[in-house]
């Protein structure tokens, strides 16, 4: 069975930090690509950032770029999520994807995701 846990969410003053791990269990961890993606209450569920299998090739969308880093640790099956200068527009449901391709990731359509977690940014 697949599971993808987050953790790391919370309230934040905007400029403040935050960062997110995704922990993976039932799968082979270093031959699947994984991404963040984020939905705000009454919003469409918005790309973040993915990245590949050893962490080579990463992609962001274009509202975090700068902002946020994604990383991973192959050997604690872990995805990070590293997100400064938090902005009030950040505020979402945070959520962890995986598949063995990329560009499956980017495009929202992962096979795996992860329950969510809330980051919330105080103006």
């Known amino acids: 069975q697949v599971q993808l846990v987050e953790s790391g969410g919370g309230l934040v003053q905007a400029g403040g930090s935050l960062r997110l791990s995704c922990v993976a269990s039932g799968i082979t961890f270093s031959s699947y690509a994984m991404g963040w993606f984020r939905q705000a209450p009454g919003k469409e569920r918005e790309f973040v950032t993915a990245?590949?299998?050893?962490?080579?090739?990463?992609r962001y969308g274009d509202s975090v770029k700068g902002r946020f880093t994604i990383s991973r640790d192959n050997s604690k099956n872990t995805v990070y999520l590293q997100m400064d200068s938090l902005r009030p527009e950040d505020t979402a449901v945070y959520y962890c994807?995986?598949?063995?391709?990329?560009?499956?990731?980017?495009?929202?359509?992962?096979?795996?995701w992860g329950q969510g977690t809330q980051v919330t940014v105080s103006s």
């Open positions: 994807a995986s598949d063995s391709r990329l560009a499956a990731v980017t495009a929202g359509t992962g096979a795996y």
């Open positions: 990245i590949g299998l050893y962490g080579h090739m990463t």
